[in-house]
């Protein structure tokens, strides 16, 4: 998200999120008349992903800060066997700076809970605060762009810049990383999105109703969608 001032200033919003697999050996085979793919069973001894389980969740944490590793499988049925894996190995090797947060998606969604992704959001809250966003406040001083041309610009933006940094991520995963993990990602992205909306005073402050419920702010969000694409650009790199 990117919003530009008559002040000459830039401000940019940007949050990361990853997907991947679940990072154990297990395996799934397939058959052409197969309606809903074949059965899932750890490929070798449980055992045997430790190492690279931990090397993996040590390089995201080097790479990304803390990490949430959300797993939307299955607890129980066809998929409950490799959810209680990785949950027991996630806290096994004990990598700091990790933490497995399980959410059966689909008995979340079938016992017909309206607001699932809401509930979701809710017990992740704490994490994505702490994670933040990145952002980006680049004033360039106007006297210096006009004396320098464009390299008064360019020390301008280098010497004016106020940066905040994002502190982590969440890999969500499902079992194919396709639809339920589409889904909570476009949740965290618009959630993402809307605090950076309100921060910079596009969007005015949520105020929950007397049953502790946020508005949804559907309507909001597309009424500045011509807005945001019109001072949307690519993020300057780091």
């Known amino acids: 998200t990117r919003k530009e ?27 052409l008349l197969g309606r809903n793919g074949g ?10 992903s430790l190492p690279a389980l931990q090397l993996h969740l ?7 800060g803390r990490v949430v590793l959300l797993n939307l499988a299955g607890q129980s049925g066809s998929e409950s066997e490799l959810s209680a894996a990785y949950s027991t190995l996630s806290h096994a090797v004990a990598v700091p700076g990790t933490r497995y947060h399980g959410f059966d998606f689909h008995a979340e969604c079938r016992a017909g809970q309206p607001d699932a992704l809401r509930k979701l959001l809710a017990e992740l809250a704490a994490e994505i605060d702490a994670i933040g966003a990145y952002a980006l406040d680049a004033t360039i001083a106007p006297t210096r762009a006009r004396d320098g041309g464009a390299a008064g610009a360019a020390g301008g933006l280098a010497d ?5 940094g994002q502190a982590g991520v969440v890999r969500t995963n499902c079992i194919d990383c396709l639809d339920r993990t589409n889904q ?27 049953g502790g419920k946020a508005p949804n702010r559907a309507d909001a969000l597309a009424a500045l969608l011509p807005a945001c694409l019109l001072y949307t650009s690519p993020s300057p790199r780091d």
Do not use: F, M
């Not at 004016?160 to 905040?164: A, F, L, T």
């Open 5 to 31: 001032s008559p002040a000459a200033s830039d401000v940019y919003k940007r949050q990361v999120q990853i997907r991947g697999s679940i990072p154990l050996q297990w395996q799934q085979p397939t058959s």
């Open 58 to 64: 040590r390089e995201l944490v080097l790479r990304h």
């Open 39 to 48: 059965t899932l069973r750890i490929a070798t001894s449980v055992l045997n």
């Open 160 to 164: 004016s810049c106020d940066r905040e």
């Open 184 to 210: 909570v990602q476009t949740a965290l992205s618009r959630l993402a999105l809307e605090r950076a909306l309100t921060s910079l005073d596009l969007l005015p402050p949520v105020h929950k109703d007397a």
